[in-house]
């Protein structure tokens, strides 16, 4: 099973965000991939604590290295997806866009 690692905001709106990355990481697992999702150490590290959210950055980017591709979500592009898809490059590791039309396709339209 490809290893996909899930490039998508997580600052400011954090509850919102991780909403998003739990539907990021159902269309991987729904491709046949096996997301690799750092959003979710915010579940137990307070992301608006900058010691915090560089523990959780850090050992996101650790987990890239043995990762398959990088999939990048969301049309905003931050400081630290941008951190990622650098690693990635450094690493020879592909990164894929999927755009909203490609995830409604497979899991629908989460307003709907």
Same mark, same amino acid.
């Given at each position: 099973?490809? #290893?996909?690692? &899930? @490039?998508?905001?997580?600052? /400011? !709106?954090?509850?919102?965000?991780?909403?998003?990355?739990?539907?990021?990481?159902? +269309? *991987?697992?729904? @491709? /046949? *991939?096996?997301?690799?999702?750092?959003?979710?150490?915010?579940?137990?590290?307070? !992301?608006? &604590?900058? %010691?915090?959210? %560089?523990?959780?950055? *850090?050992?996101?980017?650790?987990? =890239?290295? +043995? @990762? !398959?591709?990088?999939?990048?979500? !969301?049309?905003?592009?931050?400081? /630290?997806?941008?951190?990622?898809?650098? =690693? *990635?490059?450094? =690493?020879? &590791?592909?990164?894929?866009? &999927?755009? %909203?039309?490609?995830?409604? #396709?497979?899991? /629908?339209?989460?307003?709907?």
């Amino acid at each position: 099973m490809k #290893k996909v690692y &899930i @490039c998508a905001p997580l600052g /400011g !709106d954090v509850q919102g965000n991780l909403e998003k990355a739990k539907r990021y990481s159902e +269309f *991987a697992l729904r @491709c /046949g *991939a096996a997301p690799v999702t750092p959003h979710f150490y915010a579940l137990c590290l307070d !992301d608006s &604590i900058p %010691e915090e959210r %560089e523990m959780g950055m *850090a050992a996101g980017l650790s987990l =890239l290295w +043995f @990762c !398959d591709e990088v999939w990048v979500f !969301d049309n905003q592009t931050t400081d /630290g997806m941008r951190a990622e898809i650098k =690693l *990635a490059h450094n =690493l020879n &590791i592909r990164v894929k866009v &999927i755009k %909203e039309h490609e995830i409604k #396709k497979v899991i /629908g339209d989460v307003s709907a």
